[in-house]
């Protein structure tokens, strides 16, 4: 295969992603210095229970909350001025119209309006926590959902367990999610980079069999290395750096890391024949123009997620020809909802929805059908019987999550890039569309939680 058809592909994160790192949060910067108090504000739960004495026959109204007037108030965790800043707005674009379509306009689930309030993690795990103790203790969250960040999921997905509420992830792609981190109150709205790494890894397996990987130093980075790792292994191809368990293969760099030079090195010594990107962000395209100045593409098929449509017009136009994941594009999938969801984004935005709309319009659809099944009680008990198992239709076509493990089981698509330059960003031809079970990845939580099938 000649290097000009080497596949190029933008990491998410992705993770969240990320690309996932990914994080998000909405709400404003203003909110980050008050949110360092916020654990102080605790108590101010404490003064529910004199409310009791008012409430006692209120027990009996429990199972009825869906005839209350009470908003359904859901902590938006986005990210709108941290390192993946650009993905926050996909995400609460997507959340948005998500609630639109699944309550049919109203905004509405069993007679409760849903309130969104909007938090800005910038990127940041301590700004995450924070802010998800805030959204639950000032403003009265009943749900949390986001973020890009896959750092700050993991913090978030924490407190959602600490206070017992339901925490559905998006787009965060880090396995560990689900994985290691497991608990009963987080379930995922996107895809993990497992299901990136097993739609990609037989493709690549045909380039070459001598691999090296470069990622983000941090959960997402990590955790799609890991993936990629494991995947590769397994089908054959060897890791020539680092090849271990912690070593993933890979050559990590910090986050922030604006000079390649010294890890791009690494890479050029190495002997490998095909190189595997993870990165998300905006390191992502002067890491690629260092790559190509000192000769990557000439000696090794590179391989990346392709990302949002901005970046593919700003950083991919050498890479055509070449083939990749993608998370998600709006031009590959012809189905009721995909055409409703476009349509509605753009009359609303202006522009066809992107890479991680997608997971933000996911959870609203998972929100809504678990409320519909507990006549609109957000309680966990309920929430996580109507999710577990739980099947729909959205923009990809059908989704499953997983009951063992909150995965979401999801069509995911190989891709080859055509060009950068339509005014609509029609950018690809579908190559291989896989269906959910052929991505499927495996159960990762501990054993100790006896889950695995």
């Known amino acids: 295969m000649q ?144 973020s890009p960040s896959s750092p700050v999921a993991l913090a978030i997905s924490a407190v959602a367990a600490e206070n017992k509420i339901i925490y559905i992830a998006a787009p965060a792609a880090t396995p560990a999610l689900t ?20 739609t990609m890894s037989a493709a690549l397996l045909q380039t070459g069999k001598k691999f090296i990987q470069i990622a983000q130093d941090n959960a997402f980075g990590r955790g799609s290395a890991g993936a990629f790792y494991a995947t590769v292994k397994a089908l054959g191809g060897e890791f020539v750096l680092n090849d271990t368990a912690e070593g ?31 990165w998300s962000g905006t390191g992502f395209v002067p890491m690629f123009q260092q790559m190509q100045q000192l000769g990557v593409f000439d000696v090794m098929t590179v391989a990346t997620g392709f990302g949002d449509n901005q970046t593919m017009v700003n950083g991919y136009a050498d890479a055509i020809g070449s083939v990749g994941v993608s998370v998600y594009h709006y031009s590959l999938f012809d189905n009721p909802v995909n055409k409703w969801f476009t349509e509605r984004h753009k009359a609303a935005y202006g522009t066809p929805p992107d890479l991680f709309t997608e997971s933000g319009f996911n959870a609203a659809i998972m929100l809504v059908k678990a409320l519909e099944a507990t006549k609109g009680d957000p309680t966990a ?41 339509d005014p609509d960003f029609k950018f690809f031809e579908l190559v291989t569309l896989f269906t959910p079970e052929q991505t499927a990845p495996p159960c990762m939580v501990p054993a100790a939680m006896n889950r695995c099938p």
Request: hydrophobic share 40%; with cysteine.
């Open 381 to 421: 008990e309920g929430m996580i019987a109507a999710l577990e198992s739980m099947t729909f239709d959205g923009p990809k076509g059908t989704y499953t999550v997983r009951a063992s493990d909150h995965v979401l089981l999801q069509p995911m698509t190989l891709v080859r890039l055509l060009n950068t330059t």
């Open 3 to 146: 290097s000009t058809h080497f596949v190029r592909r933008v990491a998410m994160t992705l993770l969240v992603i990320l690309a996932l790192a990914l994080s998000a949060c909405g709400g404003g910067q203003t909110a980050q210095p008050t949110a360092a108090p916020q654990p102080t504000a605790a108590p101010t739960a404490a003064p529910q229970p004199t409310a009791a004495p008012t409430a006692a026959p209120q027990p009996t109204a429990a199972p009825t909350a869906a005839t209350t007037d009470e908003p359904i108030v859901v902590g938006l965790m986005t990210d709108n001025s941290g390192l993946l800043a650009i993905y926050g707005p996909m995400l609460e674009r997507g959340f948005t119209l998500g609630v639109e379509y699944a309550t049919n306009g109203t905004n509405a689930v069993a007679g409760r309006p849903i309130k969104v309030v909007v938090k800005d993690t910038a990127s940041t795990p301590e700004t995450g926590v924070a802010l998800a103790r805030e959204a639950i203790e000032s403003d009265g969250a009943d749900v949390l959902v986001g």
């Open 248 to 278: 993933a293969g890979t050559v990590f760099a910090p986050p922030d890391t604006t000079d390649f030079t010294p890890y791009i090195n690494q890479l050029l010594d190495s002997g490998a024949e095909v190189l595997i990107v993870t």
């Open 179 to 198: 994985g290691d981190n497991f608990n009963i109150y987080t379930f995922r709205a996107g895809r993990t980079s497992v299901q990136d790494a097993l």
